[in-house]
Each structure stands twice: as structure tokens, then as C-alpha cells.
């Protein structure tokens, strides 16, 4: 089959094109257009400017990703879209744009659940068998997933507060680096100590799968005024934090992770696999602590290329290509969801929370 996908929860609008059959899919097009620029002056994501921008913007990105495909509106089997969770506003565009195609086609619509797009973007990029276990860690999100089917997920734990992108992004603040703060506090931690600070290890001492990264911060900002001379910070001191800072947040997720697969083993996979998507997927120190967790579990390491990782609309086609192999569908009565965890809402995927 053949889906088109929307994608507008947060500050990315984005279409694409896939087609094949759960496990053996091919990305036709893929169009994202970030929103970065219109949010950069206010230190986050406005909703009511994402919302608009995503409104003007989603007729655009549906044509781009058409064309793309070298397919029409009439080549396709089914139109999917995110319908949950995210800032609403975002989410109604998508929703209504995708009523408006499916009802002009005359083609089935499918919700599909933000975060199992990413969840299921493993299967999408590498065929994965279920079951595996998915670390999510984006700007908005972290937390672990068994994956075991399209619609089956168990969530083992996440975090109390921020997402570790947002720590990093909030650490570049603090240090007067560029946004977005991970690849600008990654690249300075490449000439820093991560040994003269020793930050604290949230939740370490705790049992559980659970992360907290607000204290970081903190701690982080108190280190800085005591390294601060005249308000003036050392380029040594700068990176010697970054450093800090992501050797702390790496060992956390690690040793998180090496829990996780702990509970993961017991469904006794066959296939072992530990997969990471979310923008902080990117940071290569974070990725090879995992990959080393995963190889002691003699488990699979897998982190999708980065355009795949963070937002896009090509998960959505690929996670509505699986409901729509599974005879699933909704009708025009399809919600949008500001809150929808994945695990609560029984076998069904996604759905429409009907
Ligand atoms: P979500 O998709 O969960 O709604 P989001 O759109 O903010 O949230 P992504 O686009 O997946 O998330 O990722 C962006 C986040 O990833 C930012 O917080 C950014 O700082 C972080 N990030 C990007 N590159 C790196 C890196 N190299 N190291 C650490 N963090 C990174
Ligand atoms: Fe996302």
C-alpha cells in the first residue's frame, strides 16, 4: 500500500509518502519544515505561532511531498496523520488537513499516536522484529518502551521533569551557547574534562527506570557562578561543564537503560534489540554508553539515521501503514488528543481513543 502522512504536534510540519507492507517499507518523500526561526526569540515553542505556521504551511508540504513521490492523491491507499499527543492547535491543522484530503479522495483516514510513530520507526528503517525496547529521549519526551507490536506497548519509565534535551538545551542557556543546545554543548564538551565537575546522577540510588534531569540544571548553575570571574566565563571552564554535564546525563541513561533491558530480557526476544530515536539519539557520547549497555546484553544497537530520529512525518505514513494493514481505520469523528500515552489505551495502537 501506499500512505500519505502528516505530521504537525510540535514545531515541525512535515509530509511524506511511503509504500510496502509492515517490515519492508520504502520512503518515497519525506518534507519537513522547521519552525525554529519563528520560535527562536521567545526561548521555546509558542503554540498559537506554531499552529498557524502549521495551518499555512501543511497544503505546501503536502504538495512538495506528492510530487516528491511521483505519486497523485488518487495512487494512494490511505492518508494518516498525528492526532495526539502535542500542543493541540498543531495537532487540529494536521487533522483537519487529513479530513479534508481523505474526504476530497475518498480515502481512509488513520490517527496515529506521535509517539509510536517513533517508536515504530525501527521497523521502519531496519525491518525490526518485535519485540524490542525503544529510549525515546527528545526535547519533549524520555522514556523506555517495549515494543511488541504495532499497537503493544509497555512503557517501563520515564522522567519526572525535563527531557534531556531540554536539559541541554536549557545548559547552553546557562553558558550563553547557540540553540539548540545539544549539538552546541556536545561540541564543547569535545575539549573539556568530564571529570573536574562531577555532577549528580539523578535517581541513580533509586530503583527503578525512572529519569529526573531538573536538578541537573541546577547543580550546573551553581557551578557556573563559582567558576565566574566578573560575570566572565573561561572558554577551559565552559567546556570542562559541557563535559560535565553530558558525562553525568550519559550515565544516567545508561545505567537507566541497562534496567530497562533487564525487564526487556524476560520476554526472552530472539532478536534482542535496544533502538533509540529522538534528537538526543544524535549525541555520539550518549550513543556509544548505549551501544555498550545493549553489547553486554549481547543485544542489537540500533539508532536511525538523524532526520528519522527527530521529528518527522515519514513515522506517521509508516505507523498508519501498520494500522492500515491490520484492517484499522477511523472516520471523521477522529479527535485530536493533547494527552494520549501509549500504553493505557488497551491493544489499541493509536486509534481514535473512541
Ligand atoms: P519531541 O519530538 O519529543 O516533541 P523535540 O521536537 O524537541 O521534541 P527532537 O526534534 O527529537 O525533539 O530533538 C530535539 C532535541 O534534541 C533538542 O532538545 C536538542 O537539543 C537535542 N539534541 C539534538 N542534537 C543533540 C546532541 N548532539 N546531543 C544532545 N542533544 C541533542
Ligand atoms: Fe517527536
Not at 163 to 176: H, I, N, S, V, Y
Request: hydrophobic content about 45%.
Amino acid at each position: 500500500s501506499i500512505l500519505l502522512g502528516l505530521e504537525s504536534s510540535c514545531d515541525d510540519t512535515a509530509a511524506a509518502v511511503v509504500q510496502g507492507v509492515p517490515g519492508k517499507t520504502r520512503i518515497l518523500s519525506s518534507v519537513v519544515f522547521g519552525q525554529a526561526e519563528l520560535h527562536a526569540a521567545f526561548g521555546g515553542v509558542v503554540p498559537e505561532i506554531a499552529a498557524r505556521a502549521h495551518a499555512e504551511k501543511l497544503d505546501t508540504c503536502v504538495r512538495m511531498a506528492l510530487e516528491q513521490s511521483g505519486k497523485r492523491l488518487s495512487d494512494l491507499s490511505a492518508i494518516a496523520v498525528t492526532s495526539g499527543p502535542g500542543l493541540i492547535g498543531g495537532v487540529l491543522s494536521g487533522v483537519m488537513c487529513a479530513k479534508g484530503l481523505a474526504a476530497g479522495a475518498g480515502l481512509p483516514l488513520i490517527g496515529v499516536n506521535h509517539l509510536a510513530g517513533h517508536a515504530l520507526t525501527p521497523r521502519l528503517t531496519d525491518g525490526a522484529a518485535f519485540p524490542y525496547l525503544m529510549l525515546l529521549v527528545s526535547g519533549g519526551h524520555c522514556q523506555f518502551l517495549i515494543v511488541r507490536g504495532p499497537g503493544e506497548y509497555r512503557r517501563l519509565g520515564g522522567t519526572i521533569d525535563d527531557a534531556p534535551g531540554e536539559a541541554f538545551d536549557k545548559t547552553a542557556r546557562l553558558l550563553a551557547l547557540p540553540q539548540p543546545g545539544g549539538p552546541s554543548v556536545e561540541s564543547e564538551a569535545r575539549h573539556g574534562d568530564p571529570e573536574r565537575f562531577r555532577f549528580p546522577r539523578p535517581l541513580l540510588d533509586r530503583p527503578g527506570c525512572d529519569f529526573s534531569f531538573s536538578g541537573l540544571k541546577t547543580a550546573l548553575l551553581r557551578t557556573r557562578d563559582g567558576v565566574m570571574t566578573d560575570n566572565r566565563l573561561k572558554r577551559r571552564d565552559r567546556a570542562d561543564l559541557c563535559a560535565g554535564f553530558q558525562a553525568a546525563v550519559a550515565e544516567v541513561l545508561a545505567e537507566k537503560t541497562r534496567r530497562a533491558m533487564t525487564i526487556y530480557m524476560n520476554d526472552k526476544p530472539a532478536a534482542p534489540l535496544l533502538a533509540v530515536a529522538g534528537g538526543v539519539a544524535a549525541n555520539r557520547t550518549i550513543r556509544a554508553a548505549l551501544l555498550e549497555v545493549a553489547s553486554e546484553f549481547d543485544a542489537a544497537f540500533l539508532a536511525p539515521p538523524l532526520a528519522l530520529c527527530t521529528d518527522n512525518a515519514a513515522m506517521i505514513a509508516y505507523a498508519g501503514l501498520e494500522r492500515f494493514a491490520a484492517g484499522e481505520a477511523d472516520d471523521m469523528t477522529l479527535a485530536a488528543r493533547p494527552r494520549w500515552p501509549l500504553d493505557r489505551t488497551s491493544p489499541a495502537l493509536l486509534g481514535s481513543g473512541k
